[in-house]
């Protein structure tokens, strides 16, 4: 079975510039996470999709940060401008609706480098 | 709001010994899970073992087990027979039953194993 898939790796742009990520969940997986994990902390949520709604998207810096899941599958992560403090890891992680206790299932992450 | 608190940023091992890693979290609430989550330089996080809280019962997988302490919401994870692969970043993390799919990660302990 294959993971949850994520691109790029890696990714320089300087402030103010525009950044967009890639994430292809597992197969059959209708809930969808994206976390960011500055360095040094643990992963903090930024939206959690279910199919192609969002769940929960209270820690998303609205001003700068955009995501959708339009067909209820793969899923893009915009930041518009970028600032220095958004220099973090981007993971993406997704679970089985109904599945038990509906493990999360990360991908290899995008770490993102803001100069 | 749920936090998650680990106090140990850094912890060694040798290799053959047992390690045990520290977690404790805030919550109001009396149903939820709690998760070990490994993360090693590739930076793919793994999960390691979960706990349902209504279980009094210890999980253990292998070589990992969890003494969970409810009432003094502590959640600490046991390595036996610790080997070169298990050095790696650890995270503790929370998920409410009820309150929508997000983990709610601690700081982290960054385990080394030394031969």
């Known amino acids: 079975e294959a993971g949850v898939a994520q691109s790029p790796r890696y990714k320089i742009i300087e402030k103010r510039q525009s950044v967009a990520f890639w994430c292809n969940p597992i197969?059959?997986?209708?809930?969808l996470y994206w976390y960011q994990q500055i360095l040094g902390q643990g992963p903090k949520l930024l939206i959690q999709f279910q199919n192609n709604g969002v769940v929960d998207d209270s820690q998303l810096p609205k001003d700068r940060f955009s995501a959708e899941r339009l067909k209820g599958v793969d899923s893009t992560l915009k930041i518009q401008p970028a600032k220095l403090e958004d220099s973090a890891v981007y993971l993406c992680?997704?679970?089985?609706?109904?599945?038990?206790?509906?493990?999360?299932?990360f991908g290899p992450g995008t770490r993102l480098l803001v100069l | 709001a749920q936090t998650v608190t680990q106090s140990q940023p850094e912890m060694s091992v040798q290799e053959a010994e047992t390690v045990t890693l520290s977690c404790t979290y805030d919550t109001s609430e009396s149903d939820y899970y709690l998760f070990w989550y490994k993360q090693p330089p590739s930076r793919q996080m793994i999960l390691v073992i979960r706990?349902?809280?209504?279980?009094?019962q210890n999980a253990t997988e292998n070589r990992f087990s969890v003494n969970f302490q409810k009432a003094a919401k502590s959640f600490s994870l046991k390595i036996s027979d610790s080997q070169l692969g298990d050095a790696a970043m650890y995270f503790c993390a929370y998920r409410s039953r009820n309150q929508g799919g997000k983990l709610i990660f601690g700081q982290g302990t960054e385990l080394s194993v030394k031969p």
């Open positions: 706990q349902e809280a209504y279980k009094q």
């Open positions: 197969s059959g997986h209708a809930t």
């Open positions: 992680a997704s679970s089985l609706v109904g599945a038990r206790q509906e493990t999360q299932y």
